[in-house]
């Protein structure tokens, strides 16, 4: 595969994670009566929204999330493959760090918050490749 469809990939994926962290800004910020991902006591989006994790450093941390796809996005679109990949290992590691608070402190699982820590998973793994990935150079006779 070549380099642009790597970029390709990781601009779809950071669009997804913007809107995934998007919904989750929004249902901070508006703390609405009925979240559809508020299943059951495990299956529980409020408990993360407005439990422990909902801010860290005091900022909504759906902003971080929304921040980080954001500069995934811009810098896909730039061909910045190497800001990619710093912000996709970030990314990554700060959702590891979510994923445990809530699996095993607050011992629920918000399905928005896992479809967001899969999709910075796979942001990782397209922008090691895009990294790994030399720029091909074709000439006019080789697109002929």
Do not use: H, W
Request: net charge positive.
């Amino acid at each position: 595969m070549t380099t642009s469809k790597y970029l390709f990939i990781a601009k779809i994926l950071a669009a997804i994670g913007i809107g995934l962290a998007l919904y989750l800004y929004v249902n901070f910020v508006t703390q609405p009566a009925y979240r559809l991902c508020t299943i059951s006591d495990t299956i529980n989006c409020d408990a993360v929204i407005s439990g422990q994790i909902s801010t860290t450093l005091g900022i909504p941390t759906a902003l971080f999330g929304l921040i980080g796809y954001t500069v995934i996005l811009i810098a896909a679109f730039l061909g910045k493959k190497k800001l990619m990949l710093g912000t996709a290992i970030f990314g990554t590691l700060f959702c590891l760090r979510l994923t445990y608070i809530e699996i095993f402190q607050l011992q629920v699982i918000c399905p928005v918050c896992l479809l967001c820590q899969i999709d910075m998973i796979a942001l990782l793994v397209v922008s090691i490749l895009a990294k790994k990935k030399k720029d091909q150079v074709i000439s006019v006779a080789e697109a002929v």
